[in-house]
């Protein structure tokens, strides 16, 4: 097995040998052997190890059984003690999970405060089929088939293509201990039931059912692959990014037969549940939205919008001082005094100075805000019906701000000035207020 380890390493891996690694050791037989053939490659390894506290004594006997052995073998050791059944209680969690949760929290801690590079587990084979099964019982996608990866940003899992027998014959072979976890012979996990019990009756079935599976796999992760690429492909076609929004064509999007395959390929990192929702969404009014904990999907006419959540305050007001020359939050402007009008666009203004007071106001707008919008001479208008004029989505007027003088608007920013501070004939001090 050592020869199959070593050139798996060489083939997939080759890059551990330049970093310094963590392993992680639950002294286990599939950890065990995992840190008796790294101990056999030319890396700089150290081992971590968990105490859950989930089996009492247990629990510590094998947190000295793994010291003594890095002792002996003179390894950097690194523990910790994890009161696990509290933490899952408070934060209403399986014991399964909360201890998965404790403990790549401290991996990651450890990598940034040791300045490690990566950090391997034992997982093999048998854990990827029992993974794939529970998965296929909950229902999923082709990301919940292809199984545990390989790597995932710094975690490492070199022991994938080998199974449980082969790792149990090479400890035997070199009379490798380990410690024997009691919960592993319990049914009470669900991992366990399938363990015990389902496995065995599939590899009875077809001996060789744990190398069918591997091939299934590797021909399931062709196909996400291809699916990611056509997913790449027709996001090109439909996605416009803008700023920190997306926006997706709903009149290209429609065109497509399995269109909510691509929504839910393109919208899943940004946290959304409700998928069923969304679809409909595609052909609900203007205006629906859904929400997920940082983003909201909006249905404006024939688009739907990505959006963050505002951070911002809305309710806040920020001021503008007279000598002050630039605005850096909550968006950028420049203030300059000029000596003629240059340019007409909507992302600068020209103001008569002697006409502002200051300090001037920058804020959201609100629902009654009234203002004479510039060349409609003198005539007042609301500044939702400017919004609605000029066929804003809910997140455009959400994002749109407004800059007052003395509780006067002077300007709907980005979109159309106040008539009121215009320059005249008479002007002597002209302002320039520019959007960058």
Not at 116 to 129: G, P, Q, R, V
Not at 277 to 282: A, H, M, P, S, W
Not at 321 to 333: A, C, G, H, R, T
Not at 380 to 393: A, M, P, R, T, Y
Request: with cysteine; glycine share 4%; proline share 3%.
């Amino acid at each position: 097995m050592f020869s199959k380890f070593q050139d798996h390493i060489v083939s997939r891996f080759l890059f551990l040998r330049n970093n310094k690694l963590f392993l992680a050791v639950s002294g286990g037989l599939d950890s065990m052997v995992l840190l008796h053939l790294m101990q056999q490659l030319p890396c700089e390894i150290a081992v971590l190890h968990c105490n859950f506290q989930l089996r009492g004594l247990e629990s510590f006997g094998d947190q000295d059984f793994v010291r003594e052995y890095c002792d002996q073998h003179k390894i950097p050791f690194f523990t910790t003690q994890f009161d696990t059944e509290a933490f899952a209680k408070d934060y209403k969690l399986s014991t399964q999970v909360a201890a998965r949760e404790l403990r790549y929290s401290w991996f990651y801690e450890l990598l940034e405060t040791e300045d490690f590079d990566f950090i391997l587990t034992a997982h093999h084979a048998d854990d990827n089929l029992e993974t794939f099964i529970i998965n296929l019982t909950r229902g999923t996608g082709l990301d919940g088939l292809v199984g545990i990866p390989e790597q995932n940003d710094n975690i490492v899992r070199p022991l994938l293509p080998f199974s449980r027998d082969e790792i149990l014959k090479y400890a035997e072979e070199n009379k490798i201990e380990w410690r024997e976890d009691s919960s592993n012979a319990s049914n009470k996990y669900l991992r366990n039931k399938i363990r015990h019990d389902l496995v065995p009756m599939l590899k009875e079935i077809n001996p060789n059912f744990l190398h069918a599976f591997q091939k299934t796999q590797s021909y399931l992760q062709e196909s996400r692959e291809m699916a990611e690429d056509a997913s790449i492909m027709i996001y090109q076609q439909v996605a416009k990014e803008m700023g920190n929004d997306i926006h997706f064509d709903l009149n290209q999007l429609k065109k497509l037969p399995n269109y909510k395959s691509y929504l839910y390929q393109w919208l899943n990192e940004f946290g959304f549940l409700a998928w069923n929702d969304i679809y409909d969404l595609v052909e609900s009014q203007s205006g629906k939205q859904i929400f997920s904990a940082e983003f909201r999907l909006l249905k404006n006419r024939n688009t739907l919008i990505l959006s963050p959540l505002a951070e911002v305050n809305e309710t806040e007001e920020y001021l503008i001082n007279e000598n002050q020359s630039d605005v850096n939050f909550p968006l950028k402007l420049s203030l300059c005094n000029v000596g003629h009008i240059t340019i007409d666009s909507n992302k600068a203004i020209f103001v008569d100075a002697e006409k502002i007071q200051f300090p001037l106001v920058l804020r959201k707008w609100n629902e009654g805000d009234v203002f004479h919008p510039f060349g409609m001479n003198g005539k007042s208008k609301k500044v939702s019906k400017l919004f609605k004029d000029e066929k804003l989505s809910l997140i455009e007027k959400e994002k749109t701000w407004i800059l007052c003088s003395d509780n006067q608007i002077v300007w709907v920013i980005g979109i159309r000035q106040d008539e009121r501070f215009k320059i005249e004939t008479t002007t002597n001090n002209i302002l320039k207020i520019e959007l960058q």
